[in-house]
Each structure stands twice: as structure tokens, then as C-alpha cells.
């Protein structure tokens, strides 16, 4: 099979399978990864966790109910639990109560504790959008990996033919005596080298799909097709960004900072929590009461039936009750100390994000000036080693160069292909998280 039949072959099997599989845009790659994440569900179980803590932290201050009742059968000598008189006989009672309480005030500490876990709710909300954002990105790449990989593909399946032109030339001018048997050999490894590349390459996207599909959690195929981007060149490149700006718009929104704010809040507020325990409290009680026994009888030894017994033997109360710490080993002055402790570790925390983010911001304001201006000389560099391949061929063609000189200056310019490729996906990765930064919706989130 020559290499024009295997060409035709190739482009044919493509469009058998673009016909047969499902083409993958980014957005549709990044919603479908977010689906079915595992990380990301864990996360949204810890939100939907600090939701039901923060809706029960309401509840608490509801009043405290609860009912108690008993069966209880005595045997032998015993004391009657209505007149103590000790009897010999079997018997049994019952006992009914239910009692409640409030509390009034025990130092704000059931409010405080009420917004502590409301600003935890809402920094697990942050936490799922920033695992969706992570997961997001970790796609982006992968699915630009595939892309720089198959352009490889396509330069080597160019540089493919190329040699193979070429040792057409050279074995039909071999057979004419007017070439040497050892540029055959020459043209030939040239070829060798090329297919070998070619596979090395294919190697190479198969792995850079593997971990697409990887992170989609896309279990149930081992390959998959995506839809063309366009080339960095038809995007107006970003020459001038200020870092302060983008700071600013991105410190604003970015869920990490947002969650960590939200947690010092949360820290902020569980330790005036904590130090409501150092004042006193108030509560008010009350409870209803009543029994039966068996042992209960009227002047004429008849047991009183239960429904009266129930009504006679009722009591009720009601009450305040006033609690005053005064020493517990300090263990409260403690635990304030430690709550205050764990406010400004989460204070600094929060001034590592900024920091992180700030470092992260100018290291992508930096690589988005080197790599607009690598990408506009590799552009330059691919123009002029294109030229210099084709005078080379020409001048092969002619005998005026041996299949080393040719060699030489085709894998320049396949060099020169792929740099520039690199570069060129490197700088639209740059640019789409610049834009991500710059507040522009760039993945399809809510």
C-alpha cells in the first residue's frame, strides 16, 4: 500500500468513526466530568451535611419535650409507693410524666452558634463550585493535551509523505542508475524514522485520551472524538492585563477566598459562642405528673379505677432555674483561649489564599506576555524553516544535496511545526484562565 492509498485510508476510517461516535466540545466534556465526579459528590455530601447542622442549630431553639412512663411489678415484701406501708403482696404501678424546658438566656450562645454554622454552610457551598472549577480545569488541559497531540499526529503523517515522496524519487532513480544504492538506504531509514515517529506519536494521544477520559469518569469507552477549536491566532491576544484589576475581580469571586471568608466568620462567631459559657443561664421548666397503683383501693377494698387514679394523682410544676459557672477546673477560660486560637489560625488562612492567588495571577499575567511573544516568533520561525525545507527539496531533487541535508532540514521544520503548536495551546490555556480570572464564563457552571 503506498502512502497516497493509505493516506485516503485514514481520512476514510476517520469518517467512519466521526459517523459512528460522539463528538466532544470542552463544555460538554467539563459538564459531563462534573456529573459524574465522585470527589465532587463527596463534597456536595459534606454541603448537604452543614446544611442539616445549620438547620438543626435553629431547631435548638425550640423547647426541650420529653415524656417518660414505666410498668412495675413488685414481689414480696415491699413498700407501697402510695402509703410506703410495707405489704407482702404482689402488685404492680404505674408512673406517667412529661416534662419541658426553655432557654431564656445561656450568653447568646445557641445565636451565635446559629450564624457559625450558617457561614460553614456557606463556605461547603464555595467548596463544591471550587472542586466543579478544579475539576473544570483539570479537563481543559487534558482535552488540550489531545489537541497538541494530534497535531503531532498530522505533522508526522506530513513528514510521512514527505519521506515517502522522496524515496519514490530516489528508488526510481536508483533503477535508472542515476543515484547510488546508499542514498536508497539514506531515503529509506528517513522513512523508517518517519513511521516510527508516527506511531510514537498515536502512542501518545492514545494516553493523552486515556486521561480525558479518566477524569470524565467516562468508564464505558476507550476512546473518544473531539470537536475542532479554533487556533489561537483568530483570538486577539491579551497585551496589556493589569494584576492589580485582575486581583481584585478575582478576589472577589473566586470560590477558595470566598470559602475561606466564610470561615473565619464561622470561627469568629464560635467564639463568642464559646465565651457565652463563662455567663449565666437562665431556663424555665415545667412538667405534668401522675400515677396508678394497684394497691390503691377505696373504703371498700375495691382498686379506684384507672381513669380516676390518673386524674387524682396528677401533679404539676413549673419553675426557673438559674445556673451561675463559677470554676470548673478553668476549663472554660480555656476553651475560649483555644477557640480564639483556631479564629486567627483560620484569619491567616485566609491571608495564605490571598497570597496564593496573587502569586498564581502574576506567574499567568507573566507567562501570557512570554508566550505572546514566543508565539509570534515561532510563527515567524515556522515560515522561514518551511522556506529553507522547500529550497532544500528542490536542490535534493537537483542532486545538489545528499538525503542528510534533506533529512536535517525537514526535521527542522517539523521542529519548528511542533513548537509551535505547543506554544500556540499553551498560550490559549493561558488566556481561557486569565478569562476565567477576569470574571468571564468561560466554563458552562452554575
Same mark, same amino acid.
Do not use: W
Given at each position: 500500500m503506498n502512502l497516497k492509498t493509505y493516506i485516503v485510508s485514514l481520512f476514510f476510517l476517520a469518517s467512519l468513526v466521526g459517523f459512528s461516535q460522539e463528538t466532544w466540545n470542552l463544555d460538554e466534556c467539563v459538564a459531563y466530568a462534573i456529573e459524574h465526579n465522585l470527589q465532587v459528590k463527596n463534597t456536595n455530601y459534606d454541603k448537604d451535611s452543614s446544611k442539616e447542622s445549620y438547620r438543626q442549630s435553629i431547631r435548638d431553639l425550640l423547647p426541650s419535650v420529653s415524656g417518660s412512663t414505666n410498668y412495675t411489678i413488685n414481689y414480696g415484701r415491699s413498700a407501697d409507693p402510695n402509703t410506703n406501708d410495707y405489704v407482702n403482696?404482689?402488685?404492680?404501678?404505674?408512673? !406517667?410524666?412529661?416534662?419541658?424546658?426553655?432557654?431564656?438566656?445561656?450568653?447568646?450562645?445557641?445565636?451565635?452558634t446559629i450564624r457559625a454554622s450558617k457561614f460553614i454552610y456557606k463556605a461547603t457551598q464555595e467548596d463544591v463550585l471550587q472542586q466543579k472549577f478544579l475539576l473544570a480545569f483539570r479537563v481543559m488541559n487534558a482535552f488540550y493535551?489531545?489537541?497538541?497531540?494530534?497535531?503531532?499526529?498530522?505533522?508526522?503523517?506530513?513528514?510521512?509523505? /514527505?519521506?515517502?515522496?522522496?524515496?519514490?524519487?530516489?528508488?526510481?532513480?536508483?533503477?535508472?542508475?542515476?543515484? @547510488?544504492?546508499?542514498?536508497?538506504? *539514506?531515503?529509506?531509514?528517513?522513512?523508517? @524514522?518517519?513511521?516510527l515517529l508516527v506511531t510514537q506519536n498515536r502512542n501518545q494521544l492514545a494516553n493523552a485520551k486515556l486521561v480525558l477520559l479518566q477524569e470524565m469518569n467516562l468508564i464505558d469507552q476507550n476512546d473518544i472524538v473531539l470537536q475542532e477549536t479554533l487556533d489561537p491566532t483568530a483570538e486577539e491576544t491579551q497585551d496589556s492585563i493589569s494584576l492589580d484589576t485582575l486581583y481584585q475581580t478575582a478576589r472577589s469571586f473566586v470560590p477558595l477566598v470566598k470559602s475561606q471568608e466564610y470561615r473565619v466568620s464561622a470561627a469568629k462567631k464560635q467564639l463568642?459562642?464559646?465565651?457565652?459559657?463563662?455567663?449565666?443561664?437562665?431556663?424555665?421548666?415545667?412538667? !405534668?405528673?401522675?400515677?396508678?397503683?394497684?394497691?390503691?383501693?377505696? *373504703?371498700?377494698?375495691?382498686?379506684?379505677?384507672?381513669?380516676?387514679?390518673?386524674?387524682?394523682? @396528677?401533679?404539676?410544676?413549673?419553675?426557673?432555674?438559674?445556673?451561675?459557672?463559677?470554676s470548673n477546673g478553668w476549663s472554660?477560660?480555656?476553651?475560649?483561649?483555644?477557640?480564639?486560637?483556631? !479564629?486567627?489560625?483560620?484569619?491567616?488562612?485566609? *491571608? /495564605? =489564599?490571598?497570597?496564593?492567588?496573587?502569586?498564581?495571577?502574576?506567574?499567568?499575567? =507573566?507567562?501570557?506576555?512570554?508566550?505572546?511573544?514566543?508565539?509570534?516568533?515561532?510563527?515567524?520561525?515556522?515560515?522561514?524553516? =518551511?522556506?529553507?525545507?522547500?529550497?532544500? =527539496?528542490?536542490? !535534493?531533487?537537483?542532486?545538489?544535496?545528499?538525503?542528510?541535508?534533506?533529512?536535517q532540514a525537514k526535521n527542522l521544520f517539523a521542529v519548528a511545526q511542533n513548537e509551535n503548536l505547543q506554544v500556540g495551546l499553551k498560550l490559549k490555556v493561558n488566556q481561557s484562565t486569565i478569562d476565567f480570572y477576569s470574571g468571564l464564563p468561560i466554563f458552562n457552571i452554575n
Open positions: 403482696t404482689e402488685f404492680f404501678s404505674n408512673n !406517667y410524666s412529661l416534662g419541658a424546658s426553655l432557654d431564656l438566656f445561656q450568653g447568646f450562645q445557641k445565636m451565635n493535551d489531545i489537541k497538541f497531540n494530534e497535531g503531532l499526529v498530522a505533522n508526522s503523517l506530513e513528514q510521512l509523505e /514527505i519521506s515517502q515522496a522522496n524515496y519514490d524519487l530516489v528508488k526510481k532513480q536508483v533503477d535508472l542508475g542515476m543515484m @547510488a544504492g546508499a542514498d536508497l538506504y *539514506e531515503a529509506e531509514s528517513a522513512l523508517l @524514522a518517519d513511521k463568642q459562642a464559646t465565651r457565652g459559657t463563662l455567663y449565666p443561664s437562665l431556663s424555665l421548666t415545667a412538667g !405534668y405528673g401522675t400515677s396508678y397503683f394497684e394497691t390503691n383501693v377505696d *373504703e371498700n377494698g375495691n382498686i379506684i379505677p384507672f381513669k380516676t387514679q390518673f386524674n387524682d394523682n @396528677a401533679s404539676k410544676y413549673m419553675g426557673a432555674q438559674l445556673n451561675i459557672p463559677i472554660a477560660h480555656s476553651r475560649v483561649k483555644q477557640q480564639k486560637i483556631a !479564629y486567627l489560625q483560620e484569619k491567616n488562612n485566609l *491571608e /495564605i =489564599q490571598e497570597q496564593e492567588l496573587f502569586r498564581l495571577l502574576q506567574q499567568l499575567v =507573566q507567562d501570557n506576555l512570554s508566550f505572546t511573544v514566543e508565539y509570534e516568533q515561532s510563527n515567524q520561525k515556522v515560515k522561514a524553516q =518551511q522556506l529553507a525545507f522547500d529550497i532544500a =527539496q528542490k536542490r !535534493y531533487e537537483k542532486g545538489l544535496i545528499n538525503a542528510l541535508d534533506l533529512f
